[in-house]
């Protein structure tokens, strides 16, 4: 379990230096994190895009000597080499830089080059909330619209293969719907009960899975109490699966604009970590996104 972003620094470092492909790198927040972390023993970078736009940044951010900068200006190209040189085990990680998503998940899908594992790609968000006594993890808020059941297990099983590398051994999974009772006019809650028999029946990773459960019960043990609902996970959920786009945008938003919550972010589901953020968001969102990418990394650290 991990309390804070600090708790997560602290393990990255203890674990080597990593190597980051920073994909279209010409942007000044992803850069500033870069430092950050490169400052903090966390990574080594490779700066794929535009030399021209990149080099005036370094200075602005006060980067030093000691980056490999590929110079490619064309944004798609740039983006496929970051990719490449993941896949080829130049770099353990990939982070999006000033480029759109749609063509940077492109890339990363390429047939050739690109990091396809046969598993869906899903969005990991990990909120820091002043009020709750431990990170909260939340998926998918960021990539699948309206998931089917398999890819909800998809989806289910990348976030717990990731909570469980990071030493988080068994996770307390809430599947979140609107309320307890299974409903056949609520597919979700339907979708919920399978993915809890799947659990129960070891064809997940390790973790405790519950559902139906309403947002209510997954974080007040009270009110799992008052409604008379047994469960092991009322006040303790680490993991929240939601059923659909609209409910993980809403409630990230909502934990990080009503409640102060700091996030960070991964997509999940390729062969190695990728880092991909908002363009709005801070280098220091940027860094805690890195920091967790490190922890997420599964292969043995050779460099």
Not at 291 to 302: F, N, Q, R, T, V
Request: aromatic share 4%.
């Amino acid at each position: 379990m991990y309390y804070n972003f600090g708790e997560i620094l602290d393990t990255a470092k203890s674990r080597g230096k990593y190597a980051i492909s920073v994909a279209v790198a010409q942007d000044k927040d992803v850069l500033e994190a870069i430092r950050a972390a490169r400052e903090a023993g966390l990574v080594s970078a490779i700066l794929v895009g535009d030399l021209r736009l990149i080099r005036p940044i370094l200075k602005t951010v006060g980067l030093g000597e000691g980056y490999e900068i590929i110079d490619e200006p064309d944004e798609e190209k740039a983006a496929l080499k970051a990719v490449s040189l993941v896949k080829n085990g130049q770099a353990h990680i990939l982070m999006k830089g000033l480029i759109n998503s749609s063509t940077f998940l492109k890339a990363v899908l390429h047939r050739d080059e690109g990091l396809r594992t046969g598993r869906l790609l899903s969005h990991l968000g990990v909120f820091e909330i002043p009020s709750w006594d431990r990170l909260l993890y939340l998926s998918d808020g960021g990539i699948n619209i309206a998931p089917t059941i398999n890819e909800k297990k998809d989806i289910l099983v990348n976030a717990l293969l990731t909570l469980n590398t990071m030493g988080i051994e068994k996770p307390n999974v809430a599947i979140l719907t609107a309320n307890e009772q299974v409903n056949s006019k609520m597919p979700a809650t339907v979708d919920a009960r399978e993915l809890a028999e799947m659990s129960r029946q070891g064809q997940l990773p390790d973790g405790i899975v519950e559902g139906p459960i309403a947002l209510d019960v997954a974080v007040n043990p009270d009110a799992a109490k008052h409604k008379g609902i047994k469960s092991k996970i009322a006040g303790q959920t680490d993991l929240f699966l939601v059923p659909n786009i609209e409910t993980g945008n809403v409630l990230g938003k909502a934990l990080i604009y009503f409640a102060g919550a700091k996030m960070a972010g991964l997509v999940l589901g390729a062969a190695n970590p990728i880092v991909l953020t908002s363009r709005a968001e801070s280098a220091e969102g940027k860094l805690n996104s890195i920091a967790l990418a490190c922890l997420a990394y599964d292969k043995p650290l050779h460099s």
